[in-house]
């Protein structure tokens, strides 16, 4: 049972647009979303996070939207740089119980 | 500050032996993690430790698998008599203490096992 779901594989988006990558939930006990970035034969990197208690937050270039009716949350990223080609990972959890459980990822690729 | 560490980063071994992977928390986490990643899929979580302590095993496999995370010295994930099922890239992450942030987890570079 996929809880957490990445609907899509793969994205390309030209430099300096916007990339926004969505992620999907169904356990509606999740109350921490984050997303994480990770490139080939490397660990994930933390990126961002969120609390169900909010509905949007913004670092940098990055701003992560949170629509709990929906169980839906999108990273956008703007503007889109190469260096943000890479496989990124939305992952949720439970407060309180600290695993997190992870959707299948989506490889993001910035052309030049 | 160094972050998290993971030893070996490639370990290849036949069916039927052991495999030992070793992780070092960031300094000053006190919570360790391993997920393991296959193919083509998401990180699946096996198990979570404080110090001497495990504290959720619900997504280690009953059997072959254990983990620890001692004292003094890094988590160790040991497989007993590994198969080629069990070929695949196992993370370590660690977080600081509750109340500090906990959620964000910090992964480590991985040990991708393979078996023969």
């Known amino acids: 049972d996929q809880q957490v779901k990445q609907n899509s594989p793969s994205l390309s988006v030209q430099e300096g647009r916007i990339s926004i990558l969505n992620c999907d939930y169904t356990?509606?006990?999740?109350?921490?979303f984050l997303w994480y970035k990770k490139y080939p034969a490397e660990g994930p990197t933390f990126l961002i996070s969120i609390s169900s208690i909010k509905d949007k937050n913004e670092d940098g270039r990055f701003t992560v939207f949170l629509n709990k009716s929906a169980k839906h949350l999108s990273l956008h990223i703007v503007p889109s740089q190469p260096g943000d080609s890479a496989v990124y990972f939305c992952?949720?959890?439970?407060?309180?119980?600290?695993?997190?459980?992870f959707g299948t990822g989506t490889r993001l690729t910035i052309i030049p | 500050n160094a972050g998290v560490m993971q030893n070996p980063r490639h370990l290849v071994r036949r069916r039927g032996q052991e495999a030992r992977l070793r992780c070092s928390p960031m300094k000053g986490h006190s919570h360790v993690y391993w997920y393991r990643q296959l193919p083509e899929e998401g990180l699946k979580f096996m198990v979570y430790?404080?110090?001497?302590?495990?504290?959720?095993e619900s997504g280690m496999p009953k059997e072959r698998f254990s983990a620890e995370f001692p004292k003094e010295g890094p988590s160790i994930l040991r497989i007993q008599q590994v198969v080629r099922g069990d070929s695949a890239a196992y993370f370590c992450?660690?977080?600081?203490?509750?109340?500090?942030?906990?959620?964000?987890?910090?992964f480590g570079p991985g040990t991708r096992l393979t078996v023969t």
């Open positions: 430790l404080q110090k001497e302590n495990i504290i959720d």
């Open positions: 356990n509606s006990m999740f109350d921490y």
């Open positions: 992450a660690s977080s600081p203490p509750k109340g500090s942030r906990s959620y964000e987890q910090y």
């Open positions: 992952a949720a959890s439970v407060s309180g119980n600290e695993k997190l459980t």
